[in-house]
């Protein structure tokens, strides 16, 4: 597998960039009800976060945060990587899909077909969403994939420079930096993959102690003569 694929099947499967959450500072207590209304860390007057930003003592009221973890563009396929963490005290309830909302450059939404599972754009994405519970610290992945594909010359092409995105339709929305123009082509198409749990995060195997230089060697060298 090249570095290319490999960074493409990383983000495909919704995993998150290296780096550690600190999440000490969020505080909010939530159960994931629907009909929350927007607070702090939220749209409206949320700022876009950056795929690896650090969101110590942004956890909004809601008790979650949701960023992109970076994006793809190979094969003409583009693929949005979402990470939803549960940055509460609360467990958060989850089941379906991201609420996508794309904006132009003057913040105004665009008209866009967002299809559940991104049937019509890619293959892979179909699996049906599962309830989950993520305990406080835990995260949930989806992704976000469009084409530019360009059907009709005489139709104007959709381009987006904002997204928002909520835990699924009725919660409140959170800006998420989508890493570059939201390029739709003049199909006003973008699918979203369900969400699902990411797999907990493992530290990796401490190295072998080694011999320190220079330090005498304890091998026992076998007598030839026996």
């Given at each position: 597998?090249?570095?290319?694929?490999?960074?493409?099947?990383?983000?495909?499967?919704?995993?998150?960039?290296?780096?550690?959450?600190?999440?000490?500072?969020?505080?909010?207590?939530?159960?994931?009800t629907a009909g929350d209304s927007p607070s702090a860390g939220e749209r409206?007057?949320?700022?876009p976060t950056a795929p690896g930003d650090d969101p110590t003592g942004a956890c909004p009221e809601s008790g979650v945060l949701?960023?992109?973890t970076g994006s793809d563009a190979a094969m003409g396929l583009r693929a949005l990587g979402l990470e939803l963490i549960n940055c509460g005290?609360?467990?958060?309830?989850?089941?379906g899909y991201p609420a996508l909302t794309v904006q132009d450059e003057q913040h105004q939404q665009i008209r866009v077909t967002v299809i559940?599972?991104?049937?019509?754009?890619?293959?892979?994405?179909?699996?049906?969403?599962?309830?989950?519970?993520l305990s406080p610290g835990g995260r949930a992945t989806a992704a976000v994939l469009w084409r530019n594909t360009v059907t009709e010359t005489t139709v104007e092409a959709t381009t987006g420079a904002y997204l928002d995105v909520a835990p699924d339709a009725g919660r409140p929305a959170q800006a998420v930096d989508p890493d570059g123009p939201i390029d739709l082509g003049n199909t006003g198409r973008i699918g979203v993959s369900a969400w699902k749990e990411a797999e907990p995060t493992t530290p990796a195997a401490p190295p072998a102690p080694s011999q320190p230089s220079g330090a005498p060697s304890m091998a026992v060298t076998p007598d030839s003569r026996l």
């Open positions: 597998m090249t570095p290319r694929q490999a960074r493409r099947q990383l983000l495909l499967t919704g995993l998150p960039l290296a780096g550690a959450l600190l999440l000490g500072a969020c505080t909010a207590d939530h159960a994931g409206p007057g949320a700022g949701i960023r992109s005290t609360a467990p958060y309830r989850l089941n559940k599972g991104a049937k019509e754009i890619t293959s892979g994405f179909d699996a049906p969403p599962v309830p989950i519970t």
